[in-house]
Nanobody
Framework: QVQLVESGGGAVQAGRSLRLSCASSGYIDSRVCMAWFRQAPGKVREAVAVIYNEDRQTYADSVKGRFTISKDSAENTLYLQMDSLTPEDTAMYHC?????????????????????WGQGTQVTVSS
């Protein structure tokens, strides 16, 4: 059984940075797709960044150039470095994992395809 636990969220001012972590327990195959999703009140859950096969990253247009997803397989930890934060980044951030194909992971990026989810960590950005 895989468990995912996020940390690192908080309240910051616009322009600042945060680094989210997602610690996983249980076996995580290096081939799996791991992702960060976010959901703001009244909005659908959206994929922010995904990493496939440890070295192939894909980002939502809204965060390209500002967010970086990375994975430390030795530590079974997924990271999301978030720079130049804006109020529009305010949301609950969840990490997710699943044994997806590259197409499903990097192109389709549907929340329903991911089997494992963390409880989330709140990010609030004030102007």
């Amino acid at each position: 059984q895989v468990q995912l636990v996020e940390s690192g969220g908080g309240a910051v001012q616009a322009g600042r940075s945060l680094r989210l972590s997602c610690a996983s327990s249980g076996y995580i195959d290096s081939r799996v797709c791991m992702a960060w999703f976010r959901q703001a009140p009244g909005k659908v859950r959206e994929a922010v960044a995904v990493i496939y096969n440890e070295d192939r990253q894909t980002y939502a247009d809204s965060v390209k150039g500002r967010f970086t997803i990375s994975k430390d397989s030795a530590e079974n930890t997924l990271y999301l470095q978030m720079d130049s934060l804006t109020p529009e980044d305010t949301a609950m951030y969840h990490c997710a994992a699943g044994d997806l194909t590259w197409l499903a992971c990097s192109v389709r990026r549907r929340a329903s395809d991911f089997l494992y989810w963390g409880q989330g960590t709140q990010v609030t950005v004030s102007s």
